[in-house]
């Protein structure tokens, strides 16, 4: 359809549905362009709605990135909300881009961000809503090339019948080769096939299609490349200088309330902590960060361009940073008188931290937010947060004394060799920071998901009975002055974990939840976990097998050709030590831990950017 | 100092609600360098104020808003510095320094005049339609009914809330219709509330909606004479 005659549909449907400024695309700094046929076009989409979409730093990285050339037209689309779903599929409007309204299956290239598991049925809607073939078998070369990355494209094996190109890794990094390549084949008429064998070429690309896997009950028996000129492992590609890579300035600032509203400056990337329940702390190293004065000189550009209130330093771990009391002091002392406040994402367990949190609020004492994660010292010990009862008390002290009056600790469910000690624990440690002065204390717990490439993907996700029963535990126990207790339900946790750890089988099944009218299955009053076990069953496939499964530490793991430079074996002696309660210390502070990162990714020094300065 | 200014709110922007545009403009007058004034507290807010909101959907080209600078500040810059950075659709018009014990604008407004699009079902000859507006504005009392957020409906007379109803224009099928209605914290009559009322005795329209509302002027009306919000400040 061509975008006048979407346009003028949609003047129609606007007024009726809730929050239209979500499809206008005319915020500020977004990018108007003119479509050709020497430029490459491509739709960024996140399959989540408006609200949660424009809140990822990722797109706008690369919206931003890939507009600044002028070959390239770089435009968005975020999942729709029901309302308009049913709109424009009642008008029999195509899913349209934001700023031209252009329709997606148009563009040649339409780009994913995998961020959870539980938005893959978005992705097959949104194609379907596109009037793209939801299935890369059946696309042509009239079709765009439908690719993804992003933290899930780690495991991408339940989505492989549907994406036609995986990006493993940084995007920044590969994303320019990827699209210059398409180019060249576009501009000699390539066919799909042969355009897709030259992109499997470039470093950290995946093409399903061209591998063959075979599974026994649980692991991988054996894969099968197509050829030889396709790698047999795919290895992620990261930016190397990450003080000088491209960060956008121009950023988007949006005219209704969003998720996370802001301006976020990535000061780091990576973290080098080991905790080994966390899947970024892997997936994202080796720790990069950029260097004090180039965050200075984007926090001013980025006040400048955006008007923002509030600007955010971001990262796995901001108080990591190397400089981040200076930066911050700096940053404060400079923006304050303009109305512009700087905010920390999460904190550590130190007094270090109250120091900083002192400093970004000078004014206002909200909540602060800590992670004990475990309520045992033995717990924490397994899963190597390093973190001790005297410290949390002694933090949530200094933060009571210097003004704070609520704290929420965040603890997790279903840890691997979790006992009822331990969770006596999390009621004991609550009741003791209960106790300081008048505080209050939120307890907040989510079910432990096993995740890919962490020393714990071999270990089943905790059965939803007992984590019912714990849950029910904590409501009875967790009770008395200032406490209280919130919990995430634990069914969307356990699709999670299934897909998380899934394997090629689950396409199926992700097909048929899809056609039974599962979506934004990451909102729980839109999740339905009988509607899943249905679409397991007509699969011939049990979501308990896929939730509860142990692989054996020796077997081949439907992931194992995704290599994200930390080594199977560091995994693995993680995971021994992780059972034997053996803590791994920080290789930031501490000697090498043997990761492997540094090796793999033949990056000559860890915590680039950081070390230049933290000499002197 | 105090700033009165009258803006446009267009096409572009019609969707963004009063909040949106209160952000917009805070983020605008931070990158044009303007030095407004934040509100003491916890929570420091820009010291801005709106006359009345506009609904989700109505276009306007008169919306009132004041600002308090921290310090002296030439107006022509403030107009000129701020269209520089607000964004397609929101444009100042007019800016005028007020004294600074002027009254807010939301005390001060009581009349807002808007031009509203009527989709017809057929055509229908203008003396027609000029005479059912004079027929409308002939009764003493028209009841309307005003659904309410946890709470019961609300009716009331909407008749003495209508200071001027007219034709302005008629297109082929539809028809513009130009009216002046009370506003403001008094008596607050919403110019879909006025539609329905039209609709409900002289079924000629079709489905409408707000997007086919223009806001044209807000004022202070004393008895018959209608002061703009600047010449109230002004006088």
Known sequence: ?616 | MKIRAKLAKRDPVKFISHLDLMNTLTRALRRAKIPIGFSQGYNPRPLISFGSALAVGITSSSEYIDFELKEKYRVAKFKQELNLELPIGIKVLEVEEIPQQTKSLMAQINAAEYKIKLQLKEEVKQEEIEKMLQDFMEEEEIIVVRKRRNKSDRKFNLRPMVFKLGLSDVKDESILIRTLIQTGSSGNLRPEELVKALKERYPISEEFNLTNVHRLGMYVKRKEELLTPFEVALE
């Not at chain 1, 949660?52 to 990722?58: D, R, T």
């Not at chain 1, 064998?197 to 470039?202: G, T």
């Not at chain 1, 126990?477 to 689950?506: T, V």
Request: glycine content about 6%; charged content about 30%.
């Open chain 1, 1 to 616: 359809m061509e975008r006048q005659e979407i346009e003028k549909r949609l003047e129609k449907i606007l007024p009726k549905v809730s929050k239209p400024t979500r499809y206008l695309g005319n915020e500020l700094n977004a990018v108007h362009k003119e479509f050709s046929q020497d430029k490459v076009s491509v739709a960024l989409a996140f399959p989540d709605r408006y609200e949660v979409g424009m809140s990822h730093l990722g797109i706008k990285i690369l919206y931003h990135l890939l507009n600044r050339r002028d070959d390239i037209v770089a435009e968005r689309v975020y999942a729709p909300w029901f309302d308009l779903e049913d709109k424009i599929r009642e008008m029999k409007i195509p899913l349209f881009s934001l700023e031209s309204k252009e329709a997606i299956n148009r563009f040649d290239i339409v780009g994913f961000t995998l961020q959870y598991e539980l938005s893959y049925t978005n992705i097959l809607n949104m194609l379907d809503l596109a009037q793209i073939p939801l299935k890369s078998k059946d696309r042509t070369k009239e079709d765009p090339l439908v690719i993804a990355g992003g933290p899930c494209a780690v495991n991408p094996e339940p989505l492989a019948d549907f994406i036609d190109l995986i990006v493993v890794g940084e995007a920044e990094e590969l994303i320019e080769e990827l699209i210059d390549r398409y180019k060249e084949g576009k501009n000699r008429e390539a066919t799909r096939d042969q355009l897709l064998r030259e992109l499997a070429q470039i470093p950290g690309i995946y093409i399903p299609e061209f591998y063959k896997i075979d599974y026994g009950k649980t692991e991988v028996l054996g894969l099968k490349v197509e050829n030889d000129e396709v790698p047999e492992e795919i290895l992620k590609q990261v930016i190397t200088d990450f003080d000088e890579v491209y960060y956008p300035t121009e950023f988007l600032v949006p005219f209704m309330d969003i998720v996370h509203d802001r301006i976020n400056l990535e000061v780091a990337r990576g973290c080098s902590r080991g905790c080994r329940f966390c899947q970024a702390g892997m997936i994202y190293r080796p720790v990069r960060e950029k260097s004090q004065e180039r965050l200075e000189e984007l926090s001013s550009d980025l006040i400048n361009n955006t008007g923002y209130e509030e600007l955010s330093l971001t990262s796995l771990s901001t108080s990591d940073y190397s400089q981040v009391k200076e930066l911050i002091s700096n940053l404060v002392d400079d923006y304050s008188k303009l109305g512009v406040s700087i905010s920390l994402p999460s904190l550590r367990t130190d007094s270090f931290s109250i120091e900083l949190a002192e400093k970004v609020q000078k004014v206002r004492k909200t909540g602060l937010t800590f992670a004990p994660e475990a309520g045992t010292q033995r717990l924490r010990d397994v899963i190597n947060k390093g973190v001790t009862e005297e410290d949390l008390l002694k933090t949530i002290q200094a933060a009571y004394d210097s003004g704070w009056q609520r704290v929420k600790l965040y603890f997790m469910l279903g840890l691997p060799t979790e006992t009822e000690e331990d969770l006596a624990g999390i009621v004991s440690l609550a009741k003791k920071v209960a106790k300081i002065g008048k505080i209050k204390v939120n307890v907040s717990v989510s079910t432990f998901v096993p995740k890919p490439h962490t020393p714990f993907q071999w270990v089943s996700f905790n059965r939803l009975t007992e984590i019912k029963d714990k849950i029910n535990y904590l409501q009875k126990n967790l009770r008395g002055k200032g406490l209280s207790l919130s919990w995430n339900e634990p069914n969307l946790s356990l699709l999670e974990a299934a897909f998380a750890r899934g394997d090629r089988r689950l396409n199926e099944v992700l097909f048929k939840a899809w056609e039974l009218g599962c979506k934004f299955d990451s909102w729980s009053e839109h999740f339905d976990i009988e509607l899943w076990q249905k679409a397991f069953n007509e699969s011939g496939l049990s979501l308990d097998d896929y939730t509860y499964r142990n692989f054996d530490l020796g077997a081949r793991l439907p992931w194992d050709h995704i290599n994200i430079g930390v080594t199977k074996d560091y995994l693995k002696e993680e995971y021994q030590k992780a059972l034997d309660a053996e803590l791994t210390s920080d290789c930031r502070s501490d000697k090498c831990t043997t990761c492997g990162i540094l090796q793999n990714l033949a990056i000559d020094e860890c915590l680039i950017g950081g070390e230049k300065y933290s000499e002197n």
